[in-house]
């Protein structure tokens, strides 16, 4: 892990008393080394869990030509518009002359089903009509060679990635993995958070339940830590306690607010911090440090835990995450605002993409959705701002949002009638009614 000291001479114009939300971003990207502990865990239990290998396809996908859709499978060869087809053996040589003669044979196939020998092309069977004995007469439009079908390695080649090392593992890819006739994958291991607060006020409790909240939605593994010192009165004890534990330590408060501000509490032996005034609106501060951790050998007790036999539960020594690896020289400490909606934006657009960082899932950059504003929203250029925004469909299908109400750092009322962020860019300025708007919204991310 680099120093703060050098990442911050890596940054062109780096001001922490001004410092805007790309540079923060940028800062906390370098900052932030991911994991590399392994646990193998059967399909059922690596939702959510970040991929840490890359899967490559073994053999071709599919192994043999299949039907892509529910229908009739035939040679396209003898199709015509208005043919009957046989859907059973051809008929006797006696059968009632007023029965037509059928073009050809086909089978009823569903969507996966291997293809029948010397068929080619899959007839929707919306497009089948059944007539009489028993045979099926085509409707236009008739299909083209080879469609419904899905030929050999269609999908995947062999040694073709089919998913790739830092993948957050969702139902469907879990689903690609069955597929392929895995029954585990290789997943890093939960990040351990600890999530600390030291102002007791009812805004400063709202935010420690909504951080809570982010973090468990998040995937992260909440770390209880024994007796922890009281954080406003021990806070070096409290920091230092918390690091040997968790892989970051969260907390909201500790630093006070204002511009010229140091970071004022003490911090332990060989830890570093800076604290940040950020150029955004909800004003916000966000304090970046690294804890330094000992090392001790694990127990077996722990090592049982390690592998994930047992959830983890901090207990009285630190240990190695693997036997044959070495366990991270420092945590990573966030210290954001007390205020529910500045700790939310902050916790939006820089903790999380820190944490999924740390948890060894690739970067990918936060899906922002376009809609118009209703509203006229006053903004200078020169800072980043985000207003708490209720998204709706309009009358004409397209996208609308408008603010909820007072925007401030501890409208409580205001977040939780909100369902996005409005982000409204660093360079930008005013919005007009009717102007497209960026939007973050809560039910993808948060």
């Not at 995450?321 to 820089?350: G, H, I, K, R, Y």
């Not at 701002?385 to 469909?393: E, I, P």
């Not at 401030?408 to 909100?418: E, M």
């Amino acid at each position: 892990m680099s120093t703060l000291a050098d990442i911050a001479a890596e940054l062109p114009g780096y001001d922490p008393q001004h410092l805007c939300a790309a540079d923060a971003s940028d800062f906390l990207e370098r900052l932030v080394c991911p994991l590399t502990a392994v646990h193998t865990l059967p399909l059922a239990q690596c939702l959510g869990r970040v991929l840490a290998r890359d899967i490559l396809a073994t053999q071709p996908v599919p192994t043999h030509a299949q039907a892509s859709i529910d229908g009739y499978a035939l040679h396209h060869s003898v199709l015509r518009s208005g043919a009957w087809l046989n859907e059973r053996p051809p008929a006797p040589a006696d059968t009632d002359a007023a029965t037509p003669t059928p073009a050809g044979p086909c089978v009823y196939v569903q969507a996966g089903q291997a293809m029948p020998e010397g068929t080619d092309t899959v007839v929707p069977q919306e497009l089948v009509q059944r007539g009489p004995h028993g045979l099926l007469q085509l409707t236009f439009p008739l299909p083209r060679p080879r469609e419904g079908c899905i030929g050999v390695g269609a999908e995947f080649t062999p040694g073709e990635m089919a998913l790739q090392k830092g993948e957050l593992l969702t139902p469907s890819g879990l689903a690609l993995a069955a597929f392929l006739g895995l029954e585990s994958l290789p997943v890093v291991r939960p990040l351990r958070v600890a999530l600390l607060h030291a102002a007791q006020h009812p805004a400063a409790q709202a935010t420690q339940a909504a951080l809570q909240a982010l973090l468990t939605r998040l995937g992260v593994e909440l770390v209880c830590l024994p007796a922890t010192p009281a954080l406003c009165t021990e806070p070096a004890a409290a920091l230092a306690q918390a690091a040997q534990h968790a892989d970051a330590v969260i907390t909201c408060g500790v630093t006070p607010t204002g511009t010229q501000a140091p970071v004022s509490p003490p911090l332990p032996p060989g830890a570093e911090a800076v604290r940040w005034q950020l150029a955004i609106r909800p004003a916000a501060h966000l304090t970046v440090g690294c804890l330094p951790r000992t090392t001790a050998h694990p127990t077996a007790e722990e090592l049982e835990e390690k592998n994930g036999h047992k959830p983890y539960a901090a207990s009285a020594n630190s240990y190695e995450e693997d036997s044959n690896m070495t366990a991270a020289a420092w945590s990573v400490w966030l210290d954001v605002p007390a205020q529910p909606v500045a700790a939310w934006v902050c916790f939006a657009m820089f903790i999380r993409p820190a944490l999924l960082r740390l948890m060894g899932a690739y970067p990918q950059a936060t899906p922002l959705l376009q809609a118009r504003s209703s509203e006229i929203l006053r903004k200078k250029p020169g800072h980043t701002q985000y207003q708490l925004g209720t998204v709706f469909t309009a009358p004409d299908g397209n996208l609308q949002v408008c603010t909820t109400s007072v925007q401030g750092s501890d409208q409580i009322s205001s977040l939780a009638r909100a369902n996005g962020l409005i982000v409204l860019r660093h360079e930008q300025g005013d919005v007009t009614a009717g102007d497209v708007v960026e939007i973050l919204m809560f039910d993808t991310t948060l």
